[in-house]
């Protein structure tokens, strides 16, 4: 009887432990528990703003470039601030250094342009409209050479 009453106690205090996280104020997030607050807590806006490097084929077709183009990594966030940096510093040496790779790389023959721009998506709405973004803003356009 007395096993049976500590194991009871011991399953209601855990149950209570693990629904508690959701009721603290402010909230904490905390192991092991916690109220998971990147799904609990809306995002402020649906908009993501991010500066890319396009490939530009001769239909008009704009597609982003991997990283291992246009920062010579496998590492996408690393590509990301390259990108950030580089645009902001130099441009158009950044793009003809990214021209120069894509010239040397078969995968991209047709590609005929380089844009380095800031496009701007609704994270919502691109799910049911399409890949395109709202906005975009080209910083600079530079041609492939072969």
Do not use: K, N
């Not at 209570?16 to 092991?32: H, I, Q, Y």
């Not at 996408?76 to 990108?83: F, G, K, S, Y």
Request: aromatic share 10%; net charge negative.
């Amino acid at each position: 009887m007395l096993r049976a009453l500590y194991a009871y106690g011991l399953s209601l205090a855990l149950m209570v432990a693990v629904l508690t996280p959701p009721f603290r104020d402010p909230p904490e997030d905390s192991f092991p528990f916690s109220d998971y607050p990147m799904f609990s807590h809306g995002r402020p806006t649906p908009m993501l703003t991010i500066t890319q490097v396009l490939g530009v084929w001769p239909e008009g077709v704009r597609e982003p470039l991997p990283p291992t183009i246009t920062s010579g990594s496998y590492e996408v966030m690393q590509a990301m601030m390259t990108i950030a940096i580089a645009h902001r510093a130099d441009a158009a040496g950044y793009c003809q250094e990214i021209a120069e790779r894509v010239a040397a790389d078969e995968d991209y023959a047709e590609v005929g342009f380089i844009e380095i721009a800031t496009s701007t998506w609704d994270t919502v709405a691109y799910f049911e409209d399409g890949p395109e973004p709202i906005e975009r803003t080209v910083h600079h356009r530079c041609p492939v050479r072969r």
